[in-house]
């Protein structure tokens, strides 16, 4: 992946040296590095795994989702705050991911840690079981669960 980026980034430098331009055009820098994005899809072969702006889009995508599950955590922790009466029913849950590496059980970790509502508080051992603290874990467990599938898919697509 870094290859073909800094192969993109090369191409790109090319094109701005062969336009020879008096400036530095932004629509000059976007077409050469159009370009050798082109360039680098059809070397992809030599490179060996995907194309590198397919983990970017990846990346993009988990970002916009991290934001979206913010958002809505966020909206129901605010309506029970607000509320004059809190009935909320605090529990524990565990979790078994489907995830492997440290890696990316760490950041599925961090993700639902920093959704309001929830903490992951420990991971077992072998790294593949989360014990989650929910805020009304009757109300929103299957929420949580719902959130934990969708965060294990994106993280999936970036890094693998």
């Known amino acids: 992946m870094a290859g073909q980026f800094l192969l993109n980034l090369f ?11 008096a400036e530095l055009y932004l629509q000059t820098i976007l077409t050469g590095f159009l370009v050798g994005a082109f360039i680098t899809l059809m070397m992809r072969r030599f490179f060996g795994g995907q ?9 993009v995508k988990l970002i916009i989702l991290f934001i979206s599950e913010t958002l809505q955590s966020s909206v129901v922790v605010i309506k029970h705050v607000l509320s004059p009466k809190i009935n ?14 440290e890696w990316e059980v760490t950041v599925l970790a961090m993700l639902l840690t920093l959704t309001p509502g929830s ?13 989650i603290h929910a805020m009304d874990i009757k109300r929103y467990k299957g929420d949580l669960e719902r959130s934990l599938g969708k965060f294990e898919k994106a993280i999936m697509e970036v890094t693998r």
Do not use: C, Q
């Open 51 to 59: 194309f590198y702006l397919l983990r970017v889009y990846a990346m």
């Open 11 to 21: 191409i790109t430098l090319l094109w701005i040296l062969l336009k020879d331009e």
């Open 119 to 131: 903490v992951v508080m420990e991971i077992n051992e072998e790294g593949n079981v989360l014990y």
């Open 88 to 101: 909320i029913e605090p529990g524990i849950f565990t979790y078994k991911t489907v995830l492997h590496s």
